[in-house]
């Protein structure tokens, strides 16, 4: 990467899924056919050739209807999975937070947990104990220390994945809708937080379809549709041709 502020480099990437075009009822069938070279299957491009570069302390909003690719990119600048073509080249280190509950362990409690998925993003013992407190009062949930995360709502577990994810100033910071599961109060506490980070340099990917979220947090914003880039530069400008599309459909 020749440009030093680039944080990431998407350069013509492709990722596909092999999708099975047959009923398979038991593992038994399925290994049988798999043997006899019987297996069938769909090819399906999630993403089709998509190019872009983003700078340091920049802040990219990835906006499309449900199934458009958004997720699965991030997946892949994540590291999580391989293009099928072209390359990902990413530039520091990353706070992914993609899927609800990613990086804990539904039995583990609350406790364990902030250690477990502190671990997942390299950091030390002794680093988490000294950022226990700020975890815990940020995510607020005190009282819910020793409980199983398993028992946790849907928005209690974003809540300490987030605290977890942006207790220090990572390179890049990821967030992938999980945000929605959270109440207003708590939504608002996270958007303060990003802020800051970017203010400070983070460099955001950030996924939504509240547009207006989009627009109020990122500068500039790619338009995914089914797997194609429709639309890449300035932020309000991709939301407006994305929102006048979407009123008319």
Not at 1 to 7: E, S, T, Y
Not at 124 to 136: A, G, L, N, W
């Amino acid at each position: 990467m020749a440009d030093k502020n680039v944080m990431i480099d998407v350069d013509h990437v492709t990722i596909r899924f092999n999708l099975s075009s047959q009923k398979v009822d038991n593992l038994k069938e399925y290994l049988v056919k798999l043997m006899k070279h019987e297996l069938m299957f769909q090819e399906f491009l999630a993403v089709q050739d998509v190019s872009f570069q983003v700078r340091r302390g920049e802040a990219w909003g990835l906006i499309g209807v449900n199934g458009s690719g958004k997720s699965t990119l991030l997946k892949a600048i994540s590291g999580i999975m391989k293009p099928y073509k072209g390359t990902v080249t990413v530039s520091g280190s990353v706070a992914p937070l993609i899927e609800l509950g990613a990086g804990f362990d539904p039995e583990c409690t609350a406790r364990e947990n902030i250690y477990l998925n502190g671990c997942v993003l390299g950091h030390s013992e002794k680093f988490m104990q000294e950022h226990f407190d700020e975890i815990v009062a940020f995510a607020e949930i005190e009282q819910f220390l020793d409980s199983p995360l398993k028992n946790f709502s849907s928005g209690m577990k974003a809540r300490l994945g987030f605290s977890v994810a942006t207790m220090v100033k990572p390179d890049i910071l990821i967030v992938d809708e999980i945000l929605s599961v959270g109440d207003y109060k708590f939504k608002q506490k996270c958007m303060k937080r990003m802020n800051e980070l970017l203010s400070g340099g983070t460099t955001l990917l950030f996924v939504s379809h509240n547009i207006e979220e989009v627009r109020q947090l990122c500068d500039h914003a790619l338009w995914i549709d089914k797997g194609i880039d429709r639309m890449q530069g300035e932020v309000n400008a991709v939301c407006d041709a994305y929102m006048e599309e979407m009123n008319q459909s």
